[in-house]
């Protein structure tokens, strides 16, 4: 018997954000779209939906309230409805403007493509946004996590994320070699399989212009082009000198460059000013662990954003704690970056922490800032009071280890 068609029943309370001149009018009391995703994805989300409606309730005195709508998507909608993504739940998510997400899977080497990865570019959420810092408590292999708090601009729909490739042997692989040796005097070999690497200006100045603009409304320090141009010089290497073309057109009173700064201001930047710098992505690796506080905003290709932001999530305790969105010019999809771990789905067990802190995330998104900072101190004092979930409790002395679902509560206890 074939699956049937997903048809969805928006809540009858509540009312849509819309966008004005490319701001978000948001109501009282939003529908967002929540996807719980796969594996782990209900038991994070559910914590998390429970936590965010608190921190609304008691920043805003239940004059405020999130009317939250779920919509299918992974394998439990693929079960269900024969879709991995439903157009109907894609068509929610467009019209509802904002949403939260769990974890979603994607397979390796063959199959269906990232889930993620068709929401980032079916509704061109091209800034994958990951604030990486530490919550004093959490547990680190380094020596000074408190000194890493960075925010990335990952561009979300090119690079090799545009799936441009084709498999070794197949016909358009044979072609495309063909046409290379032919036209180009490119030698493939025939057991390759063949990927394009492709890097736009309109799509790397959206990414870094906006990357600039949030250093410049939350008063940070500079902006750092993450990139492989010394070997890649007219994809990479073009993403580092747009960058620089957006900040030197765009943002001339805003910005300064870091080589301003050496040879006129005497390697102090001026007052009010953001540094504007590039670094090869190699190097970045090591900086972040050698000069980690040198670095504030980071806004970079997709593949190395892909690396460098699990990199710094790892100096301060791990994925579990690493929350992520992808963010277009004004629809926005908020998400914990670790994945589904399904040997413990259903099992109430893993830490919520990430998913929670994406709730966070969006709360400031919809301007709801009081209720995202009550809610982000709440989960920072409930980790110094050392209580956690396994992962975090077999690392710290003294700690008191609870299920997903009761870290939630001790949240909601410390609004």
């Known amino acids: 018997m074939p699956a049937q068609p997903l048809k969805l029943k928006p809540p009858t309370e509540g009312h849509k954000i819309v966008i004005v001149e490319g701001r978000l009018k948001v109501p009282d009391d939003p529908i967002l779209p929540i996807i719980e995703g796969d594996g782990i ?208 057109q765009e943002f001339p009173k805003e910005t300064v460059t870091q080589a301003e700064v050496d040879r006129s201001h005497g390697g102090t930047p001026p007052e009010g000013k953001v540094v504007i710098k590039d670094v090869v992505a190699d190097n970045m690796f090591q900086q972040l662990l050698t000069r980690t506080e040198d670095y504030d905003v980071l806004a970079t290709p997709n593949l190395n954003g892909d690396y460098l932001s699990d990199a710094a999530a790892a100096q301060i305790g791990g994925l579990g704690v690493a929350p992520g969105a992808n963010i277009g010019d004004a629809h926005a999809l908020f998400e914990p970056i670790h994945g589904t771990a399904p040997k413990y789905a259903g099992m109430d067990k893993v830490n919520p922490t990430a998913e929670i802190l994406a709730g966070v995330m969006m709360l400031e998104y919809l301007g709801w800032r009081e209720a995202g900072g009550t809610l982000r101190e709440a989960v920072k004092k409930t980790i110094a009071q050392k209580i956690v979930t396994y992962d975090l409790a077999r690392q710290m002395e003294g700690a008191k280890e609870v299920k997903c679902s009761e870290f939630a509560d001790a949240v909601m206890r410390n609004l």
């Not at 495309?176 to 799509?203: H, M, N, T, W, Y």
């Not at 082009?225 to 990479?236: A, D, Q």
């Open 41 to 248: 994805g209900p038991d994070v989300t559910k914590a998390a939906r429970r936590a965010i409606s608190a921190s609304v309730e008691r920043a805003f005195g239940g004059r405020r309230r999130i009317v939250w709508y779920d919509v299918p998507a992974g394998e439990v909608a693929m079960f269900k409805y024969g879709e991995l993504l439903p157009p109907a739940t894609f068509d929610a998510i467009r019209e509802y403007v904002v949403a939260l997400k769990g974890p979603l899977t994607t397979p390796i080497g063959a199959g269906f493509r990232s889930l993620n990865v068709a929401l980032r570019q079916g509704l061109d959420l091209y800034a994958n946004t990951r604030p990486v810092y530490w919550i004093p408590g959490v547990p680190s292999p380094v020596k000074h996590p408190e000194r890493m708090n960075i925010v990335i601009f990952r561009e979300a729909t090119e690079d090799v994320y545009a799936g441009i490739e084709w498999e070794k042997g197949s016909e358009e692989a044979g072609k495309l070699r063909k046409f290379l040796a032919d036209e180009l005097r490119v030698k493939v070999p025939e057991d390759a399989g063949i990927g394009l690497k492709q890097i736009s200006e309109f799509k790397t100045k959206r990414l870094v212009r906006k990357a600039i603009r949030y250093a410049i409304q939350n008063g940070r320090r500079s902006v750092a082009l993450v990139h492989k141009g010394n070997i890649m010089k007219y994809t990479e290497g073009a993403f580092r000198a747009w960058g620089y073309e957006v900040a030197r």
